[in-house]
C-alpha cells in the first residue's frame, strides 16, 4: 500500500522497552568491565601498596594492644604473602635463619613500636617481568624508607627490592621477598 509506512509507528510496550534498556545497561557494564578492569601490572602493583600500608607505623602504635596489632598485622600480611613465603631482610637475619616467615615478619612489624616511633615505606621504580601465562611475575623496586627511632633520631634511606609474585585463585600473593643492603640501594 503507497504512503504506509514499512515500520510500525505504535509506541513499544513496557517490557519491550524495559528489554531493550536492560540489555544496553549489560552490554555497557561488560564493555566497561573489559576497558576498566585492573591489569596485573595495577593488581601488583596495588599489592606493594597494600605491603608498604602493612608495615607502616604510626605513633599511636605503640599505644595499641600489642595482640591486637599483632592479629592486624598477621591478617595483613596473610593476604599478601604465600603461606610459605620466603622474606630476606639483612636486618632480619640476625633474628632469624637467614630467610623469615611470613610469621616472624608480622611479630617484628608488630613489636616495632618499642622501636620506632614511625616507619614508613614507599615502593618506586617499580618494574615488572610477567610470564607468558601471567601466573608469575618478577618485580624489582626502590623501597625508599623513614623512620624516627623513639629518641627521635631520624632515619632514611633507600633499599633494592626484589619480590616474586604468583597469582593464586585471581590474588597476586609474594612468593619471595628480598631487600638488599644499603650500599646495593640506587642512588
Not at 11 to 21: D, H
Not at 59 to 81: H, I, K, S
Not at 104 to 133: I, Q
Not at 165 to 178: A, N, P, Q, Y
Request: hydrophobic share 45%; proline share 5%; no cysteine.
Amino acid at each position: 500500500m503507497p504512503g504506509k509506512p514499512a515500520y510500525s509507528t505504535k509506541a513499544k510496550t513496557p517490557r519491550v522497552r524495559l528489554a531493550m534498556i536492560g540489555a544496553l545497561v549489560v552490554a555497557l557494564a561488560a564493555g566497561g568491565y573489559v576497558v576498566w578492569r585492573p591489569t596485573d601490572e595495577s593488581r601488583i602493583r596495588a599489592q606493594l601498596a597494600r605491603l608498604a600500608s602493612a608495615v607502616h607505623i604510626t605513633e599511636a602504635d605503640a599505644q595499641a594492644n600489642p595482640v591486637a596489632r599483632l592479629a592486624r598485622v598477621n591478617g595483613e600480611l596473610d593476604a599478601l604473602f604465600e603461606p610459605e613465603a620466603r622474606i630476606n631482610v639483612p636486618e632480619l637475619s640476625e633474628l632469624t635463619s637467614g630467610h623469615a616467615s611470613r610469621t616472624e615478619l608480622a611479630e617484628l612489624v608488630a613489636g616495632a613500636p618499642r622501636l620506632v616511633k614511625t616507619f614508613d615505606v614507599d615502593f618506586g621504580s617499580v618494574t615488572l617481568k610477567l610470564d607468558a601465562a601471567h601466573t608469575t611475575a618478577f618485580v624489582g623496586a626502590t623501597a625508599s624508607v623513614r623512620a624516627v627511632e623513639r629518641d627521635g633520631t631520624v632515619n632514611q634511606g633507600r633499599r633494592a627490592i626484589d619480590a616474586h609474585f604468583v597469582e593464586k585463585d585471581g590474588v597476586w600473593v609474594i612468593r619471595t621477598l628480598s631487600v638488599w643492603p644499603k650500599e646495593d640501594a640506587a642512588p
